[in-house]
């Protein structure tokens, strides 16, 4: 298996600027992708943001599992973190997140009244890792195009303020991963969820990495798809990828058919998955809607 590992030096030069710019705000908002709440954590940002208060926002909540989704919202319960789970585009969004951040900060904002200062917009800076659905969710925010988007990792390269509303500032940032992943399972994450540049991962192994999830937790899906049997059940991961290339139509070419699974997986054509299992004593019936 290849070893997988991005961090250019604008991620390098984000980072320094994160670090001079946190005094700035009252609070972070670190967005991380619902499919991977745990990968998509990077230690930089626990490191820079030391003792803000903290707000974490789970995107894409539309291409997990819900159940996933409530289970690790009520394990951040569980420790006193704040966290929400999003769709960046649904219209009660912005008031959510602007609700929850004064929630947070009511008592620092409660002992600036009562010293007479003025009423002022709370500051929050958001960070998350490339591919996030960040510059997506700010334009809902601020009700305008105001930050770039796009499919591909790495699009927003530096840092702006935005107002949300009179309640609301935002310092944008780049989407950074961290110089060394702990293991290449969170990089296999991050590259099945689209948060690394494809050029820089085999499609071969992202690929045998999501079978083998697939196989595990959604298997009915994962035979629909491909046209698998029973039999194949029996079959490795690497002879499950050939039997799906064959399937496919596409011979030996299971470069191609790596990245059709990739994409099949991004687009929801396996269904709505969640790589991060939430801890099992955490999982209730709680209803992430009303996080």
């Known amino acids: 298996m290849s070893t997988i590992q991005w961090f250019p030096g604008h991620m ?17 908002f670190e967005l991380v992708d619902a499919r991977i709440p745990a990968a998509s954590r990077n230690p930089e940002v626990s490191r820079i943001s030391r003792d803000k208060p903290h ?4 995107t894409k909540k539309d291409l997990a599992d819900p159940q996933q989704t409530a289970a690790w919202l009520n394990a951040y319960r569980a420790q006193n973190i704040p966290a929400i789970a999003i769709d960046s585009r649904a219209n009660v969004t912005p008031k959510q997140i602007t609700n929850l951040a004064l929630k947070i900060l009511g008592d620092k904002l409660a002992a600036e009244k009562a010293k007479g200062l003025k009423e002022r917009p709370v500051r929050a800076m958001t960070v998350g890792v490339p591919n996030v659905g960040k510059s997506t969710l700010l334009n809902h925010l601020v009700q305008r195009r105001a930050a770039q988007v796009g499919n591909t990792p790495g699009v927003t390269k530096g840092q702006q303020w935005l107002r949300s509303s009179k309640h609301l500032e935002l310092l944008d940032t780049p989407g950074i991963l961290w110089p060394k992943f702990k293991d290449q399972e969170t990089a296999q994450k991050l590259a099945l969820t689209d948060a690394i540049k494809e050029k820089l991962y085999a499609k071969d192994d992202v690929a045998l990495f999501a079978l083998h999830f697939f196989r595990q937790y959604h298997l009915p899906e994962l035979e629909q798809r491909y046209r698998l049997t029973a039999a194949d059940r029996e079959l490795s991961d690497v002879d499950l990828l050939l ?3 064959a399937n496919l139509g596409m011979r030996d070419d299971y470069e191609r058919a790596s990245e059709r699974v990739i994409l099949d997986a991004r687009r929801q054509k ?8 939430a801890p099992q004593k955490e999982a209730t019936d709680h209803d992430p809607e009303k996080a």
């Open 12 to 28: 390098a030069k984000a980072i320094r600027q994160m670090e001079e710019n946190v005094h700035l705000v009252d609070i972070v």
């Open 55 to 58: 707000l974490i926002i789970l």
């Open 243 to 245: 039997k799906i290339t």
């Open 270 to 277: 396996l269904g709505g998955f969640t790589l991060d299992r």
